[in-house]
């Protein structure tokens, strides 16, 4: 039988299953790690690695509940193999069944912290001028129920893609003055804009409950990116609140993205035309400089801090990256309609420009199904 220390946690089986955990992905495809580490049966070393690395390193207070039902299905995995089963993983069994009620699950807001590890090829030219050393681990409070606090408290699978995006190019995003995301939600893509070097990030969402979930999501991995003696990323991020509705020309005209990012937000009907009017006053960047010379604005353009942000945007104009899962094609076709007509180009980009594979462990997530669109405005 093979010895816990012999089982290094670089192998891929071991990182696989240790980034599948802490992603909280579901039991069964965690324990398929287990197995496939063990060569087809989950030993007893396996298990020693699973509860030092995993079990022993979750804390209760915030995954209990994913906890109690890991360690469900692991035990039956075992014994229904014929195997012995650690006491330590019976025991802390017993210790979640007695301090996560069920009841906690059925409020249906219950949160948990999801740690997603970006994992890098080796040598990855993308990786160092991110300054990452093989991973990136980003911690997220998310909640169990997909459509707490408007959609905006749990993470999406295109947020993980565009997040994706950002660490694959990351060349597109470094040194612009101004970024900005709408319908943000739990805040991932913002700490890949950060890493990715962009000098100033600006992440907004429509639902208040979902803005404060981002602000401590921002405040979690600030933490981390200081103990790594990275650049503290709050300095540059900042959560604002912008409802599509009631976004006006002259609250956008103080962003002036040179790149503006979305992740599942076309999916409302009822919102799509205010998400084209916000798209459009964000991308249509020289009538707005306009709009902002007739109306009395000139401090904002001769300031400098704006004066920077439009000098790179007035030759090629600002573009919008979105991320989006096709659930509803009269829905997404009724977008393609409202943006041509506010003179839109709308070009699908999801072959020409693939990201990296950086969560190979997360099985739950399906790529196949996202697709990412660049979008700008037709001047003429
Ligand atoms: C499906 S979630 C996607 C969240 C995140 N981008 C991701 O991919 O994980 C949609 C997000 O859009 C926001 N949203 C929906 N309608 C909005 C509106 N009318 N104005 C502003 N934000 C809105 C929600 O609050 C939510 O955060």
Avoid at 48 to 64: E, L, M, P
Avoid at 83 to 99: G, H, M, Q, S
Avoid at 181 to 206: E, P, R
Wanted: glycine residues 6%.
């Amino acid at each position: 039988m093979e010895k816990e220390e012999e089982l290094q946690e670089s192998a891929t089986p071991c990182l696989h299953l240790v980034s599948a955990f802490f992603a909280c992905e579901p039991p069964d495809f965690v324990i398929s790690y287990a197995r496939e580490f063990g060569g087809g049966s989950i030993t007893e070393s396996v298990q020693s690695f699973i509860w030092n690395g995993c079990i022993n390193k979750s804390d209760v207070k915030y995954n209990g509940p994913y906890l109690k039902r890991f360690l469900k299905k692991l035990i039956v995995e075992i014994e229904s193999n014929g195997d012995v089963v650690l006491d330590e993983l019976y025991e802390k069994y017993i210790f979640c069944l007695a301090c996560v009620k069920d009841d906690e699950l059925a409020k249906g807001n219950t949160r948990m912290l999801r740690r997603f590890s970006f994992l890098f090829p080796k040598d990855c030219s993308q990786a160092s001028s991110c300054q990452i050393l093989g991973k990136l681990e980003v911690t997220l409070q998310c909640s169990l129920n997909m459509l707490e606090g408007d959609t905006g408290c749990s993470i999406w699978p295109s947020g993980l893609f565009l997040s994706e995006f950002i660490l694959s190019f990351p060349e597109v995003f470094s040194g612009k003055s101004c970024l900005e995301q709408v319908g943000s939600g739990v805040g991932l893509v913002g700490v890949c804009l950060a890493q990715a070097n962009c000098s100033k990030v600006i992440l907004t969402d429509g639902d208040l409950s979902t803005l404060a979930n981002m602000k401590l999501n921002l405040e979690l991995n600030q933490l981390a990116t200081d103990m790594l003696g990275h650049t503290q990323i709050n300095n540059t991020v900042q959560c604002l609140y912008l409802p599509w509705e009631s976004a006006t020309e002259n609250e956008l005209c103080e962003f002036m993205p040179d790149i503006v990012l979305g992740a599942d937000v076309i999916y409302d009907p009822l919102c799509l035309p205010h998400l084209v009017r916000v798209l459009t006053m964000l991308l249509k960047r020289e009538d707005l400089n306009l709009h902002y010379l007739n109306n009395g604005c000139k401090e904002h353009l001769n300031g400098n801090t704006h004066a920077e942000h439009l000098s790179p945007a007035l030759g090629q104009g600002p573009v919008a990256y979105i991320a989006s899962v096709i659930r509803n094609i009269d829905t997404f076709n009724c977008f393609l309609s409202l943006a041509e007509k506010a003179k839109l180009i709308v070009s699908d980009i999801t072959d020409t420009m693939k990201p990296l594979d950086l969560f190979p462990y997360l099985k739950s997530y399906e790529r196949s199904s996202i697709r990412m669109f660049k979008i700008s405005y037709l001047c003429k």
